[in-house]
């Protein structure tokens, strides 16, 4: 294929531009509050593991309580009852079965309210570490937002970054013969990236290796407008005078 020197050295600038939006595209998903966002999303996680176990612990407590409450409430209304029944009875044998269950009523209720205030307790260490680990979700949350604050904000620069390359990529490119270009994009297909590269002291810049022998006679004998490729990574080989032949 032929192109004028002037031509080929325009590849140079597409090249420059191609690997600027590589790297400046990588920095996007390497940026390092991104393994930290990661990292707090995993805490978040363990943090929201440990509340719904608290919570369910609570949950559980609460209905403890409940079941507790509803027993005392049966008991007292019994109580309540059987004393109201033995004031308005004659019947010593009436009196005397009512006083009997009576005791056993406020025995009952005094167990129950021994465990109710047992019970309390708990809820009340359970609320606490309830409360804890809610406080923990919220640091975590703020943390979050900082750091997520932080990355897209590096991300608004490299996205208006990307996008002044990309169009000068298209500015470049116009400038360039078509067939050229069109060359130089299955080169950056094959050679992951690496489409054209300068010949500078006989060194390949895109490979570092050295032509030596025939690869470097022949790159002697090719004609200046001659598109020319390096031996060994395959990029096209841009000549000027620093290519030392």
Known sequence: ??????????????????????????????????????SLKREAD?????????????????????????????????????????????????????????TALRKRLFDLEEIEIAVMERLEEHEAAVAV???EREAVAERMAVAESARDELLVDLERQLGELRRDRLTVAGTIDEELVALYEKRRVAGRGNAAALLRARTCSGCTMTLTGNDLAEVRQAAADEVIFCPDCGAILVRTEESGI
Request: charged letters at 30%; proline letters at 2%.
């Open 1 to 38: 294929m032929k192109s004028t020197p002037l031509q080929q050295k325009e590849l140079l600038r597409l090249q420059a531009l191609d690997t600027k939006v590589l790297q400046v595209t990588h920095q996007t998903t390497a940026l390092p509050q991104n393994a930290e966002v990661l």
């Open 46 to 102: 363990a943090v929201r593991a440990r509340l719904t176990t608290e919570g369910g612990a609570l949950d559980d407590v609460r209905t403890e309580l409940g079941r507790i409450e509803s027993d005392v409430a049966v008991v007292e209304k019994r109580i309540a009852r059987d004393t109201d029944r033995v004031q308005h009875t004659s019947s010593i044998k009436d009196v005397h079965a009512l006083e009997t269950e009576l």
């Open 133 to 135: 680990v809610v406080a």
